[in-house]
Structure formats: structure tokens, C-alpha cells
């Protein structure tokens, strides 16, 4: 059952994009998949960045939906709405099963921990919970067609304006940016590969980020 609870863990964390303290202080009743929805709401216990408050969305990917749905059934069966969305577990006799009791303090540091032993069983490489919050970030910006879709990206990540997510992420995906150009047409390719790497590096955000649309436009042809 921990296992299963961790695997919807890292799901959700990417899925969301959320920060480990709110993750962990969500309650089930702010947990809406019918419309992949969250209420990260303070009144509701959620603990967010200086408590600001807003309803975010979940990235529609069936595939990795599949381990949160599986969690969210198991919880919403056995706990109260105002229980943690990532519940306790206790063990007794060598059975798990969830727990009422209210979370502990250190309930991040518990769930890292977790991670890091779910990353050991898969023989993967540890990625911190911020990580996935980066990971969502970059498919989100990445897969953005027009300006209005880097905007919602960004108040997803309840940013307060869209040149912080810029100036977070734009170097995250300068090197992205890169490999696509180089794609899109015959005389990009033809460039030297230096000469590309020189000219990009040049670039300042602003102009990194028009280059991301620009590309996400063409993809999407």
C-alpha cells in the first residue's frame, strides 16, 4: 500500500506541478479528478507559498492519471474529506492500512525520503520532489502552442507573473530550444554547430521565449 501511495505520489507531483509542502497538506475533498482540478486553498489546510491561494490543474497524460486515480479511489473509500490527500499509513503486524492521525511536521522530509526509496526500486536516478515541480513546468512550456498557453502554465504555477516562470525556466530550456531550431529548416541545419551554439547564446529571454513559441507553432503544423 506505501508503494502504491508513493507511485501516485511522483504521479501527482509531476502531474500538478505542485510544491512538497502543498502536496502534502492537501486534503482529499480539494482533490477534484472528474475535472483534474485542485483547490490549493488555505482555509482548506493546504500550506502554500506565502498562503497564497488558487485552484490549479492537473496535465491530462491517461497514462500517468492511472496510479492517482487508483490512490484517490483507495482514499476517498476509507478517509474523511478533510484527511491528507497523501494519507499515513500504519503498520500492524505486517499489514498496512491508512491512518486517521494527523501528519507530522515533517511530512516533506517523509515524503522525499519515500521517493528516494520508490527511485531505488525502480534503479532510477533520485529526482526531489521539486524536480517533478520542474518536470511539469518544462512539458508545459514545451507543449505551449500560443502566449495564452504559457500564461496558464505559469498561473498554474502560481507564479505571480509570467516573466518569474520565465527567468526560472527559460535557461532550463535554452538548450531545447537549440536542438529544435536547428530542425526546422534546411538553412538552420546547415549552420555550424558552434556557430548556432554562439548565436543562441546571444539570445536574451525575451527572445528565447518567442523562439520557444515560434517553434511550439511549428510543431503543432
Not at 8 to 27: E, Q, V, W
Not at 30 to 38: H, I, S, T
Not at 91 to 104: C, N, R
Amino acid at each position: 500500500m506505501a508503494l502504491l501511495r508513493d507511485k501516485a505520489a511522483a504521479a501527482m507531483l509531476f502531474l500538478s506541478g505542485m510544491r512538497a509542502s502543498a502536496f502534502t497538506t492537501l486534503p482529499i475533498e480539494a482533490v477534484d479528478l472528474d475535472n483534474l482540478r485542485l483547490r490549493q486553498w488555505p482555509e482548506l489546510g493546504v500550506h502554500t507559498k506565502n498562503g497564497k491561494k488558487a485552484t490549479t490543474f492537473l496535465l491530462n497524460i491517461p497514462e500517468i492519471l492511472a496510479p492517482v486515480r487508483q490512490w484517490d479511489a483507495i482514499v476517498r473509500k476509507s478517509l474523511p474529506g478533510s484527511s491528507p490527500w497523501y494519507a499515513p499509513i500504519a503498520h500492524s503486524w505486517g499489514d498496512q492500512f491508512l491512518s486517521q492521525d494527523e501528519p507530522g511536521k515533517t511530512r516533506s522530509q517523509a515524503l522525499q525520503k519515500r521517493l528516494e526509496l520508490l527511485f531505488s526500486i525502480a534503479n532510477l536516478e533520485f529526482k526531489s520532489p521539486h524536480k517533478f515541480r520542474h518536470g511539469h513546468a518544462v512539458y508545459g512550456l514545451l507543449h505551449a502552442q500560443t502566449m495564452a498557453d504559457y500564461k496558464a502554465v505559469s498561473m498554474n504555477l502560481m507564479h505571480e507573473s509570467i516573466e518569474i516562470t520565465d527567468s526560472t525556466y527559460a535557461p532550463m530550456l535554452s538548450s531545447d530550444v537549440q536542438e529544435r531550431i536547428a530542425g526546422l529548416s534546411g538553412k538552420a541545419t546547415s549552420m555550424p554547430g558552434d556557430e548556432l551554439e554562439v548565436f543562441l547564446n546571444k539570445l536574451d529571454r525575451e527572445s528565447q521565449k518567442k523562439a520557444l513559441m515560434f517553434i511550439a507553432g511549428k510543431l503543432a503544423q
